[in-house]
């Protein structure tokens, strides 16, 4: 990672860590290294980060890393989560994919429960092509996105599984949002 990919990544952390509340039990699908279990400190009552590869030896106090897919590698005794975070996860995932992924996330949030997550305006593929090219970022998966529309399609996938919207907002200059979903 570069400075500026540190930066970034610290900046949606704050985001989603502020629409965290302290104590909550919480599972990141995407986790890498757990960097948003450490940004927590404290606040965090417990976690599960899952991730095809996350970075192996950063399970810490209050948290654990798993190997794999989401949900299906999960372990049966996983139980409910008081929030699920997705961080620059979703539009990595074709349509499909999206609609299984919100009715999972439903089903494994507890009555009231929260999806927080980041996802980047589609401008951004371009942008960090270029950044590429220089090498001012590190970013090894643009090639995985499909100009998902963020500002128009991520509301509706999950109001139509019964998730009421909290929060939809714009950070880095409008290139990122920032959306809270609260379950039934």
């Not at 860590?17 to 948003?36: K, N, Q």
């Not at 220089?134 to 019964?162: I, K």
Request: overall charge negative.
């Amino acid at each position: 990672m570069t400075p500026l990919d540190d930066y970034l990544r610290n900046r949606r952390m704050s985001r989603v860590g502020g629409l965290i509340p302290s104590g909550s039990r919480v599972l990141d699908v995407g986790c890498r290294d757990g960097h948003l279990f450490q940004y927590l400190g404290d606040r965090l009552g417990e976690g599960v980060g899952i991730d095809p590869e996350p970075l192996a030896g950063h399970d810490g106090e209050r948290y654990r890393l798993l190997t794999g897919w989401f949900p299906q590698d999960l372990p049966d005794d996983v139980g409910t989560f008081d929030v699920i975070t997705l961080v620059a996860v979703l539009e990595h995932l074709q349509p499909d994919a999206q609609t299984q992924l919100v009715e999972d996330c439903r089903r494994l949030l507890r009555p009231g429960g929260r999806v927080v997550l980041t996802v980047p305006s589609k401008e951004v593929d371009t942008i960090l092509s270029v950044l590429m090219k220089v090498r001012l970022v590190a970013d090894d998966s643009v090639d995985q996105h499909w100009g998902f529309d963020a500002r128009r399609l991520t509301v509706p996938l999950f109001e139509q599984a019964g998730f009421t919207t909290l929060v939809h907002s714009t950070f880095q200059l409008g290139l990122n949002n920032l959306f809270c979903f609260q379950a039934p």
